[in-house]
């Protein structure tokens, strides 16, 4: 079994599917947290490791950059891989005031201008939604951890700052400053999940923002992700009845 982009096998990749955007996050979180992690795919450079976290199998599958990019690995792992449920965990900026940088996101949702839905099957809603369930076993494991979440709708947008047109974005965003996140990914991995009758959430990590002034090298950005990262395996772990 392998298809375009991805050269596992099926039984290679496990039911519930962590999805960082960068390669090389996948990488580390691999050789960080994983005990005996195999490298299952280096297609294109995107990529994906099995391995166990506290005993569970658990597979950590890169995306890259954007909703094509997301879109092309997310429908695959959805429709050929048996893939059930995909947490993305991934770097966002804020517009919102009331977030710091190093605050922890949990999308509810996800607004986008992206025709992605429409051209995929002639789709011209511009939300969706992450899985109930799932968001409520990530809160109930945060809880557990004493990790404050910020839950609530999130932009999905193809440009990387936003704040260069801020006063355009207000116009085409409803409500633009209600919104506590941008990201360039979930809302086609919502999407794809809703279509797929599938499961998606999304976990985020503020790293930009205009009313901080808190500037992260890459490094830091790096190490400031494995509080996510950890919430998003001991989720995992505790959905996992799989050996």
Known sequence: MSTAHIEAKKEDIAPIVLMPGDPLRAKYIADNFLENAKLINSVRNMYGYTGFYKGKRVTVFASGMGIASIGIYAYELYKFYDVEKIIRIGTCGTNNKNLKILDIVLA?????????????????????????ELNEKIKQMAANSSIKLNCGKIITSDVFDPYVNYEKYIKKYPNFDSFLANEMESFALFYLAYKLKKEAACLLTVVDSPFDSKKLTSEERQSSLNLMIKLSLDTVTSLNKFN
């Not at 509810?108 to 109930?132: C, Q, R, V």
């Open 108 to 132: 509810e949702s996800s607004y986008s201008l992206n025709p992605f839905p429409y051209l995929f099957d002639g789709d011209e809603e511009k939300e969706y939604f992450a899985s109930i």
